[in-house]
């Protein structure tokens, strides 16, 4: 792919280096949507602690995306609650020529065009918000803890529901989510659905070389949805409930007993992506 060389400012070089390429847009069909429906159910629940998103985007050649891995992993271990982490592996430095294999999907590739495009790695995004900088990424680490606790305090506008299973016999996983409205919302939602595996062992660089034995987790293999989600078509208002059951097959390569999947519900317009609301569930 063609590379186009891009001039960083000093500070940014201290925390990233890396290059961006035009990306190829594919999408993996989910096999099936199994239920969709939508009602409404009063009294509204009261709103549940809020779960925050931090999308981690990252790439096996990029040298300063460890740096990222720790602190999300140290911010997993404080708030393990209330994150969910996902290392997006975008065509940014990846793969090596022996890589054990492509850590890359199409879904993250389109999803740095749709919330960046990130000029280095490794770029953060929490919840999807814009906190004051005139973009939704980051590539300041130190910033990621910033803003994840400037999230946690939210009241979200709906609570979400993830229920997660494998079916060894058609070795499908059967994903059911459950968004409850508790207050009334005028924007425009749509729901996302990911696939993630945990001790993926590839190579990675590092500040001390190439690490053929590192252990990446929290790599996104898919998404049951498209890679902007899909449209929550009814009127938001606090009560109003969607259901929507998703099946998808795992291929033989990942390991299910190290699969989680992870839902959000999020805005959806040219200025205000942000995630309200977030779950994930280890896929049993």
């Not at 891009?6 to 096999?31: H, K, N, Q, R």
């Not at 058609?170 to 919302?185: E, M, W």
Request: charge should be negative.
């Amino acid at each position: 792919m063609n590379k186009i060389n891009i001039i960083i400012t000093s500070a940014i070089l201290l925390f990233a280096a890396c290059e961006e390429i035009g990306p190829a847009i594919d999408f993996t069909p989910v096999d099936e949507t199994l239920i969709d429906t939508s009602y409404i159910e009063l009294p509204a629940e009261a709103p549940q602690t809020k779960v925050v998103l931090l999308e981690d985007f990252t790439g096996v050649q990029c040298v300063n995306c460890p740096d990222a891995h720790e602190a999300t992993a140290e911010l997993l271990a404080t708030y393990p609650d209330q994150l969910v982490v996902v290392a997006e592996h975008n065509y940014f430095a990846g793969p090596y020529s022996d890589s054990y294999q492509d850590l890359g999907t199409p879904e993250a590739e389109e999803l740095d065009d749709y919330l960046g495009p990130a000029p280095a790695w490794p770029a953060g995004f929490v919840d999807r918000k814009d906190f004051g900088t005139g973009t939704l990424y980051t590539l300041f680490v130190s910033n990621y803890a910033v803003y994840v606790e400037d999230q946690l305090p939210l009241v979200p506008a709906c609570n979400l529901y993830l229920e997660a299973t494998y079916d060894d016999a058609s070795a499908k996983a059967l994903v059911k989510v459950t968004i409850k409205y508790t207050s009334d919302v005028t924007s425009v939602n749509h729901l996302s659905v990911m696939i993630l595996e945990n001790g993926i062992v590839d190579l990675q660089s590092t500040n001390d070389g190439i690490d053929a034995g590192y252990v990446h987790d929290h790599v996104l293999r898919d998404m049951l949805t498209p890679a902007t989600g899909v449209l929550l078509n009814d009127e938001l208002t606090a009560g109003r409930v969607f259901v929507k059951e998703f099946s998808i097959s795992v291929p033989d390569t990942w390991d299910p007993d190290k699969l989680d999947i992870v839902a959000f519900v999020h805005n959806f317009s040219d200025t205000d992506k942000e995630v309200l609301q977030a779950a994930s569930s280890h896929l049993e």
